[in-house]
């Protein structure tokens, strides 16, 4: 190639060169002359080359091995027509051009403007730039800022990215591309779509402008801002994201995502929602910690689990999930002022753990759950779960159940002990067991609700069965000792056992209260 550039007229052309070198100046005299500091397009070969006017334009037209130079850039043809008036080249027949070190070209025909060193390419347009390529039916080159254009349609393959779109720029100095409508990114592991791209070809850095999908093997993505480096998997993607991964998606005005670490956050308006267990999660900031097994959401976090047409509402101050290397929840957290409603059970605490191994939810620090017209609180609350409902709970040390008898004269019904073991049918509290230092104040009266009298007892152990929501029967095992007292006897200081408190301003009454606290 190195000889070809240095190759010598052949010897039969020489006195044709020297007459048209002299045509050329007399041609240049009688035109305004160029700028002094313009130069000029080189001849360095041709096997043939012809003077001829056109429109009474002079130019000179070359023929077979053509080779060209201006300022740095090598251009090969094999036919062109050169103006050296207007210091222009018109090239036809397996052009190719050659700019620098790096940047190659070829096509069927070129255009090269001198002055203002422009080329435009037409027909089967190759640009190659080391590691990247591109292919278009016309292409703009401008030299002075280094930017090639293709106006309609190109493709763009770089090592394992594989680009398209109607209209495109390549800026070859920094290597990028910025690409616009109907983008399309086509990788072994993903394809993304998009109105507007930049894509940065050394970092292998996609810059995201406008509505964007990016899919892969069982991932959707959404976004209309945002960046994805396909050689690191990281990214950042903002307004209006969504991801849809298997059966989980996540919805958030901005998220990042580190591949190498498995580590993500999200920020603004997140809703994560596991489409399998029909679960959700909201909050304004959520972190995702896939190698050590953990996320968690915070910053007024709601979680809701749908069953049947039901929801339970959950809000606390940090929501926490771990899960197994599939992906499988294995314990939820609620921390700090848990608060949740469901229309047949609600329920505030400091602290909630869910465990899925053996469906167990535990209530700590002062728990209070309400069901129907029951209100049971004790120390630590332990409640197992069937098909989504439950089944049974256990309350640990100091087990308390209140129900309000009457609203005008606020009388209660009120059941103790040291611990309880409670049975729910479906959605409803049946069956009480007192473990130990039972006592209870239950309030006797006909159906009219009129009062028939109090009775106040004691025993190792009860027995509680409920029906349609109220107290149906007590049965007092081991040592009872009770009094049936006539209303008016009834002793005042036995009202309310020790340690009663009626809870019922913390109720959550619908969803929108599990954000009130008092």
């Known amino acids: 190639m190195i000889c070809r550039l240095v190759h010598i007229l052949p010897i039969r052309f020489f006195t044709m060169a020297l007459m048209l070198i002299a045509t050329f100046q007399i ?32 130019i000179t037209r070359f023929v077979g091995n053509c080779i060209f130079e201006h300022e740095g850039a090598l251009m090969f043809c094999d036919s062109a027509w050169i103006d050296n008036a207007t210091n222009v080249l018109d090239a036809l027949g397996h052009v190719y051009m050659n700019i620098g070190d790096t940047i190659d070209i070829w096509s069927d025909s070129l255009y090269y403007d001198g002055n203002i060193k422009m080329a435009t390419l037409y ?4 640009l190659v730039d080391r590691e990247t390529e591109l292919t278009t039916n016309i292409l703009f080159y401008d030299r002075t800022i280094e930017r090639a254009h293709y106006p309609h349609y190109g493709f763009i393959v770089n090592e394992e990215d594989h680009l398209t779109s109607l209209e495109g720029y390549y800026y070859s100095k920094p290597k990028v591309f910025n690409f616009h409508h ?3 990114l086509t990788n072994p592991d993903y394809v993304l779509k998009s109105d507007t791209l930049v894509y940065e070809s050394r970092g292998k850095i996609s810059r995201i402008f406008g509505p964007t999908t990016i899919t892969g093997k069982n991932r959707y993505i959404y976004c209309e801002r945002g960046w994805y480096n396909s050689k690191t998997g990281n990214s950042h993607l903002h307004e209006k994201v969504f991801i849809r991964d298997n059966d989980q998606t ?21 809703v994560m929602h596991d489409t399998t267990n029909d679960a959700y999660a909201f909050g304004q900031r959520a972190v995702y910690a896939g190698k050590a097994g953990f996320a968690w959401i915070t910053d007024r976090p709601e979680a809701r689990f749908i ?3 039901d929801t339970l509402f959950m809000h606390a101050d940090t929501l926490r999930i771990t899960f197994d290397t599939a992906r499988t929840v294995q314990r939820l957290w609620a921390f700090r002022h848990v608060k949740f409603y469901r229309s047949d059970m609600q329920g505030v605490c400091d602290s909630l753990a869910y465990t899925q191994s053996d469906s167990l939810i535990t209530l700590y620090g002062l728990p209070v759950l309400w069901s129907d017209q029951n209100q049971l609180t004790s120390d630590t609350i332990r409640m197992w779960v069937s098909n ?26 009120q059941i103790k002990g040291r611990n309880m073991q409670s049975y729910f049918d479906g959605k409803k509290l049946r069956l009480v067991y007192v473990l130990g230092n039972a006592e209870s104040v239950y309030y006797a009266r006909e159906e009219d609700h009129s009062i028939i009298g109090i009775n106040f007892a004691v025993s190792s152990w009860m027995k509680i069965r409920i029906k349609d929501n109220e ?35 913390d109720r959550p009454l619908k969803p929108e209260d599990i954000f009130i606290h008092r």
């Open 123 to 126: 027909d089967n347009v190759k």
């Open 471 to 505: 107290i149906n029967d007590i049965l007092y095992i081991d040592a009872p000792d009770g009094v049936f007292y006539p209303e008016k006897d009834f002793p005042a200081d036995k009202k309310q056992l020790k340690n009663f408190k009626w809870l019922g301003a």
């Open 27 to 58: 041609s240049a005299q009688q035109q305004n002359p160029p700028p002094s500091d313009r130069k000029l397009i080189l001849v360095r070969q041709a096997d043939l080359g012809i003077s001829e006017k056109v429109n009474g334009v002079e």
């Open 307 to 309: 069953d049947n047409g």
């Open 250 to 270: 996540l919805n958030a005005d901005s998220v990042y995502y580190f591949k190498e670490t498995d580590f993500g956050k999200a920020f603004g308006n997140v």
């Open 388 to 413: 989504r409902q439950i089944d049974s709970a256990y309350f640990v040390s100091a087990a308390f159940i209140t129900q309000l008898d009457d609203s005008v004269t606020l009388t209660y019904n």
């Open 182 to 184: 109907e983008v399309v």
